[in-house]
Each structure stands twice: as C-alpha cells, then as structure tokens.
C-alpha cells in the first residue's frame, strides 16, 4: 500500500474527514473537519468522494515524502506550500513524484488548510468515521516520523485549479434565532446587528471567539438558562459579552445564552476570516435559511464545473524536455 511520510508537522495538524453522526446523544459531537467547503473542493479537485479523510492543517502544514507517484490538492486557508522547491499553487491539484519533498509552511490568510490526497489517509475506522476528535481523546495530533496509509487511488487528473475558492475576507454572517433569543432585549438585538466583529487569533476546533467594535452584550436572565443540547454554529455570549461560535469539536450540552446559530453554509467564511477584516451578523428566518442550504448545497454539487486547466508557468516545470511539445514534423515549404 502506497503511503505519506511525515517528516515534520505543526503542532496542530489531524486526520479529518465528515465527522461521526448519531452520537450526539451520547455526548459526542459529529466532529470532522471545521471546514466542511474545503472537503469538498478538494474532492471535486481529485474527482473523489468527500467522505475520503484529509488532513487539516490549523495554521501550519509540515514535510512529507511519499514512497510512491500519488496525486494531492490544496484547499481552505492559503499556505506557503512547495514540491522540491517549486511553489505549488493553492486551491489547486498536483502530481507528486516518489520521493519528492512535499512542504506546506504557515497560513498566509484564514485559519484551516486542507492537504488531499487521491484514494484518501486509510485511518482506521473509529466509530464510523477516521477523523480524530481531540477534545474525545479519539485520535490525536500528528507528530514527526508519522506514516500515513493513503487508499487506492483510480484517478490521474492532476493541474487542475478551483476557481471562486477564496472565502477570508469577511462580510456578512447570516444566523437564525436559538432558543435564547429573547433573553435579549431588542435594542441589544439590533446592536448585534450593527456591530463589527474580528475574529480572535486566539480559538481551536470547539469554537472560536470574535472581539466586538464596542461593547459585549448580556442577556436579561442569562444566568437562569439551563444546561440543554447545543450544536455546531450555535453563538454562545460568554460572561464579558464576546460572542463564542461553537465549531466541530464543541461539547454536546451547555448553559450559556445563545443569541443565535450561524447558518453552516456561512461557517466556513467565518472560520477561514482573517483577523483583520470585518465581520457583521445578520438574522434571517427559517424558510430563507433553508433555502440558502438548498442553495449551498447544489453548489457544491456542482463544483466540478468550476475547475478548469491550470496553466503553468514553463519556469515552475523541472522536467520541461520530457514532454512532447511539436506534435508533427513539417518541411517548412508548405503552403498554409
């Protein structure tokens, strides 16, 4: 079996794929990778199933070797990423020789890169599903002289680039109403919407804080909420009135009010945000918010018709004289 490597890693790097559903009753969250977008791109970029576990990447990558020719695509937060040397284009799929030194450095923007490799990392099947879920102690970090098992991969397509990836410069956060919504009075309401946010630099895969232009916010009674089931996207206001958005790894129960839940077609721009642009929420109902997953949804059905050809740069090409590049011999008199 064909197999990844790892000849250094960052401090925060894991296995990820879908996650673990149905077990939220037992205390376990679904878990997978906080960015559920960049599974998919990188699926559509390989022209594989999502289900196939990566590697998520939280702000740094590391070194890798395989000890066969496999094929990888880039996806989520921009890293400085290389092959032998030769920089290697972000939200994009590659060809990566035997024994080629494959290394991703830091994030130059967002939060959350995603390494793919065709045929997938073979972890074992925990629970349904090979994504480590730290917080469950259920896998773990990867550490230096790690060996990945990569899956049987059918496909060859490679240089394929995805366009209309980028997702970290902010905008507008869409929520629906929780159950703790009216613990707010409607002027706090209405400031929330008003209100600029940054995204903390501080946060990991339970959740993420984001720093008010201003005042925090309280909720009238919030200190006579109860315990109850809480889910990814879901905006729990802390005790100092910063805003505390529950990812992948969140607990399953908690008593904070909760002033609303972030739609999850909207949670990858808010993760993969970068700290200095701005971030604003606004409400919307129920049917808009089903829609807008309908919508979400057929896009990324449909990703595949937004890939195209990369074009590469004769320079970037080590083994330039190995390909064909005159496909015919002409005398040179004929006529045209």
């Known amino acids: 079996m064909t197999s990844?490597?790892?000849h250094s890693i960052g401090p925060s790097v894991t296995i990820q794929d879908r996650?673990?559903?149905g077990f939220v009753a037992s205390g376990l969250s679904q878990g997978g990778a906080v960015d559920m977008r960049a599974l998919a791109e990188g699926a559509a970029l390989l022209g594989q199933s999502a289900d196939l576990a990566v590697l998520e990447m939280?702000?740094?990558g590391g070194t890798f070797v395989a000890d066969d020719d496999i094929r990888i695509a880039l996806t989520g937060a921009v890293m400085q990423a290389s092959l032998d040397g030769a920089p290697l284009h972000w939200n994009a799929s590659h060809a990566v020789p035997r024994g080629a030194e494959l290394r991703i450095g830091s994030a130059a923007s967002g939060g959350y890169g995603y390494l793919h490799v065709g045929g997938g990392i073979d972890a074992p099947l925990v629970m349904g599903a090979r994504?480590?879920?730290l917080n469950s102690q259920i896998g773990a970090r990867l550490l230096d002289g790690a060996v990945l098992p990569i899956g049987a991969d059918p496909g060859t397509a490679v240089n394929q680039r995805l366009e209309g990836a980028v997702r970290d410069v902010g905008g507008a956060?869409?929520?629906v109403r929780s159950f703790q919504t009216n613990l707010f009075a409607p002027d706090e309401l209405h400031r929330f919407e008003q209100t600029v946010f940054h995204r903390d630099m501080r946060g990991n895969r339970m959740g993420v804080r984001l720093i008010p232009d201003g005042a925090g916010f309280q909720a009238e009674g919030g200190l006579t909420v109860l315990s109850e089931v809480i889910m990814t996207g879901d905006i729990q206001m802390t005790g100092d009135g910063a805003p505390f958005v529950l990812l992948s790894e969140a607990q399953t129960t908690g008593g904070y009010p909760r002033i609303g839940t972030v739609l999850p077609c909207d949670l990858p721009k808010l993760i993969q945000a970068r700290p200095d642009v701005a971030l604003r929420f606004t409400f919307i109902d129920?049917?808009?918010a089903v829609a807008a997953e309908r919508a979400d949804r057929a896009a990324m059905a449909a990703l595949g018709t937004q890939i195209s050809p990369m074009l590469r740069d004769p320079g970037d090409v080590s083994d330039l004289l190995s390909y064909q590049l005159i496909s015919g011999?002409?005398?040179?008199?004929e006529e045209l």
Do not use: E, K, N, T
Request: aromatic share 4%; net charge positive; hydrophobic share 55%.
């Open 4 to 6: 990844l490597a790892v």
């Open 19 to 21: 996650g673990r559903v």
């Open 58 to 60: 939280a702000g740094f």
């Open 131 to 133: 994504s480590a879920h």
């Open 173 to 175: 956060i869409r929520l």
């Open 286 to 288: 129920i049917d808009a």
């Open 329 to 333: 011999v002409a005398r040179g008199d």
